[in-house]
């Protein structure tokens, strides 16, 4: 049985910094590509970040670039986002997610998804 399960999300100042955590089980982690992903209310989910296997390259929405880092540790099957310079508008549940399609920044890409940690932003 396939787990992912995310940590880290909490309340934080505009200006700020978190570092999201999702820890993997029941499947052979090196060979997904991760993703994370955040829902706003009353939004769809969206893309923001993702580190593929092998050469490890990583992808980011335009929103984020410059500000996230995502990362992976494949000996602690876990994968990170480091979030500095946060805003109002990065507030969502952040979900990490795996799979092996060839486009990770798409929803469609991903097998399995966790049930998410809520980031709240304030101004």
């Known amino acids: 049985q396939v787990q992912l399960v995310e940590s880290g999300g909490g309340l934080v100042q505009a200006g700020g910094s978190l570092r999201l955590s999702c820890a993997a089980s029941?499947?052979?982690?090196?060979?997904?590509?991760l993703g994370w992903f955040r829902q706003a209310p009353g939004k769809e989910r969206e893309f923001v970040a993702a580190i593929s296997r092998g050469v490890m390259n990583t992808y980011y929405a335009d929103s984020v670039k410059g500000r996230f880092t995502i990362s992976r540790d494949n000996t602690w099957n876990t994968v990170y986002l480091q979030m500095t310079s946060l805003k109002p508008e990065d507030t969502a549940v952040y979900s990490c997610a795996a799979g092996s399609r060839p486009n990770p920044t798409d929803r469609a890409s991903y097998y399995y998804w966790g049930q998410g940690t809520q980031v709240t932003v304030s101004s």
């Open positions: 029941g499947l052979t982690f090196s060979l997904y590509t």
